[in-house]
C-alpha cells in the first residue's frame, strides 16, 4: 500500500460526458501527478501540482483539467470525453518538486468510455 | 528534450534463471534514471533510481541496475527470479536541469516459467 488512495476504481461513462477523477496523496506529500496509461500511448505525464499551484504540464489534453485543494487531495475533470479516453489513469505522490524524489503511485481509476 | 527506450515488450525466463531488461535513454548530460515495477492491476512501485555516483545500483527486491553512459544505457538485472517478479517493467528517464517530469518508456512484461 503506497499510501495514495483514488477513488473510484472503474468509471464507465458515454461519449461526451464528464467525469472526475479524484486523488488523496500521502501524508506530508505536496506533490501530486497524473499519469494516463493506454496500451498504444504507455504511460503519458499528464500534469503536476505542488502546494496547490500546478508545477509542470505534459501532455494534458485542453478538455482536461485539475485542481489541488488546500487539503492537497488533487481532482482531475475530464469533459467531452471520447472513445480514446479510455485509460487507466494514476495518480502520485510525493514530498517536493524535484523529480528526484520517489513518486508514489496510487492503484489508479480505470475509465471506460462507451 | 529526454527520452526513454525499451526495447524488449515482452521477456520470458524460468524460474531460477538470471534476467536482464535493457533501458536506452537520450539526453545531453547525466539524467535521473529509474525502474519501476507495476504488478497486475496495481500501480508503480519504485525499483531502483540513479542519480550519480557509483554507476551500479542495487534496489529493492534483489533488483540492480548499472548505468553505462558509453552506452546510454540503464539495465536492471536480477540473479535469480521468483515466480513474484512475473510483472510490467518500466525504465523512466528524468532531465536534472529541467526538473519538472521524468519520461517513462513503454514498458517490458516479463513472463515467468515454472
Known amino acids: 500500500d503506497s499510501g495514495v488512495t483514488q477513488t473510484p476504481k472503474h468509471l464507465i461513462t458515454a461519449t461526451g460526458q464528464r467525469v472526475t477523477l479524484r486523488c488523496s496523496p500521502r501524508?506530508?506529500?505536496?506533490?501530486v501527478y497524473w499519469y494516463q496509461q493506454s496500451l498504444d500511448q504507455g504511460l503519458q505525464f499528464l500534469i503536476q501540482y505542488y502546494n496547490g499551484e500546478e508545477r509542470a504540464k505534459g501532455n494534458i489534453l485542453e478538455r482536461f483539467s485539475a485542481q489541488q485543494f488546500p487539503d492537497l487531495h488533487s481532482e482531475l475533470n475530464l469533459s467531452s470525453l471520447e472513445l480514446g479516453d479510455s485509460a487507466l489513469y494514476f495518480c502520485?505522490?510525493?514530498?517536493?518538486?524535484?523529480?528526484?524524489?520517489?513518486?508514489?503511485f496510487g492503484p489508479g481509476t480505470r475509465l471506460t468510455v462507451t | 528534450a529526454q527520452s526513454v527506450t525499451q526495447p524488449d515488450i515482452h521477456i520470458t525466463v524460468s524460474e531460477g534463471a538470471s534476467l536482464e531488461l535493457r533501458c536506452n535513454y537520450s539526453?545531453?548530460?547525466?539524467?535521473?534514471l529509474f525502474w519501476y515495477v507495476q504488478s497486475p492491476g496495481q500501480g508503480l512501485q519504485l525499483l531502483l533510481k540513479y542519480f550519480s555516483g557509483d554507476t551500479l545500483v542495487q534496489g529493492i527486491k534483489g533488483f540492480e541496475a548499472e548505468f553505462k553512459r558509453s552506452q546510454s544505457s540503464f539495465n536492471l538485472r536480477k540473479p535469480s527470479v521468483h515466480w513474484s517478479d512475473a510483472a510490467e517493467y518500466f525504465c523512466a528517464v528524468g532531465a536534472p536541469v529541467r526538473d519538472d517530469k521524468i519520461i517513462f518508456g513503454k514498458g517490458t512484461r516479463l513472463h515467468i516459467l515454472p
Open positions: 501524508s506530508g506529500d505536496l506533490s
Open positions: 539526453y545531453g548530460a547525466t539524467p535521473y
Open positions: 502520485a505522490s510525493s514530498p517536493g518538486t524535484s523529480v528526484s524524489y520517489e513518486q508514489y
